[in-house]
């Protein structure tokens, strides 16, 4: 055991290290992807009694018409009450799109092709700064387009309840097909959550091959992992998020720390008012997020890595 627990540490070690509405001056700054740890407190949801009936589908999408810019640079504000924004973007050079919202900022790469991409506003109400940014040299970006724009969200829920480029999926993807065939006996949120987890850990297995071999910036796509069976941390987590998403479950994708090796690592957390399910080591807490780490379940992986939570570290939240 002690064996495996040291190959599934050496294996996740290798998992992908990933890296703020009125136009302002261009300035020039070396980014770095850091970003500051996200505490926000839960809105209560009500559980239903009986069959579990998923609400409808909640979309996310680029509104070209209502984007605002310049310089081949156009930011939508126009969904941010259901917690995300859009960018498109088009250069000769690498660009960032940074969301900041008082101390929290995230740097976050994006095409320059004009290719949409989609991100949530996980930081919660209030006045956010959207930048598009252009490499110049090294890590130095000049500032190409910027807006700022007062947020507020139809809940605290939305931006971990619809797809993003972190979670990519859409009403037809086969990974939501295929949670809705899961859950179709269900009575309650943590049933959901249970049939989904159970499914996830039986039917990916851990890509060692990628795990060496993934560049920086990857984005996962949770149908590709659900065809091919395998998958990096990143990818169970992904997956994880889109299929729990779908069926109304707020699921988080985060990335951080885990004791006791330090593993840089990515897990879900779901959030359910609904308590007394246990599964693999960890307790679901009543009214409360709940951390649900998939990659370790499905490697067989201990309490000395899964735990009651007090071994994560969280610093990124998508």
């Not at 996980?122 to 040299?137: A, I, L, P």
């Not at 069926?247 to 990515?266: C, E, M, R, S, W």
């Not at 008012?273 to 379940?297: H, K, M, N, P």
């Amino acid at each position: 055991m002690k064996r495996k627990l040291q190959v599934i540490a050496l294996l996740l070690a290798l998992c992908l290290l990933l890296a703020g509405c009125g136009a302002s001056v261009p300035v020039i700054e070396d980014l770095d992807d850091q970003a500051v740890p996200l505490s926000q407190s839960p809105v209560s949801r009500s559980g239903g009694l009986g069959a579990y009936v998923a609400p409808p589908f909640a979309s996310s999408q680029y509104h070209a018409d209502k984007a605002q810019g310049s310089s081949g640079a156009f930011i939508d504000t126009f969904a941010v009450s259901e917690g995300y924004v859009a960018v498109s973007a088009t250069s000769d050079h690498r660009l960032k799109f940074q969301v900041k919202r008082d101390d929290c900022t995230y740097n976050y790469d994006i095409s320059s092709d004009g290719k949409p991409a989609i991100f949530p506003l996980q930081s919660g109400n209030g006045s956010y700064t959207f930048r598009v940014m252009e490499n110049v040299s090294d890590n130095k970006y000049a500032q190409v387009y910027s807006t700022s724009c007062n947020v507020t969200m139809v809940d605290q829920f939305q931006p971990f309840l619809r797809p993003s480029n972190y979670s990519n999926y859409s009403e037809a993807s086969e990974c939501v097909r295929k949670a809705s065939q899961l859950v179709s006996g269900c009575s309650t949120e943590l049933d959901v959550v249970s049939a989904i987890y159970d499914y996830v850990c039986g039917a990916i297995k851990y890509d060692t091959v990628k795990a060496t071999s993934v560049s920086s910036g990857y984005l996962p796509d949770p149908d590709e992992t659900l065809r091919t069976g395998k998958g990096i941390c990143f990818d169970y987590a992904a997956l994880a998020a889109a299929m729990l998403r779908s069926q109304g479950i707020p699921t988080k994708i985060i990335f951080g720390y885990v004791a006791p090796d330090n593993l840089y690592h990515a897990w879900n957390m779901f959030y359910t008012e609904e308590s007394g399910w246990v599964t693999v080591s960890f307790e679901v807490s009543a009214d409360t997020w709940a951390r649900i780490d998939l990659t370790f379940s499905a490697g067989g992986a201990s309490d000395q890595f899964i735990g009651d939570g007090s071994h994560y570290t969280d610093v990124y939240s998508y």
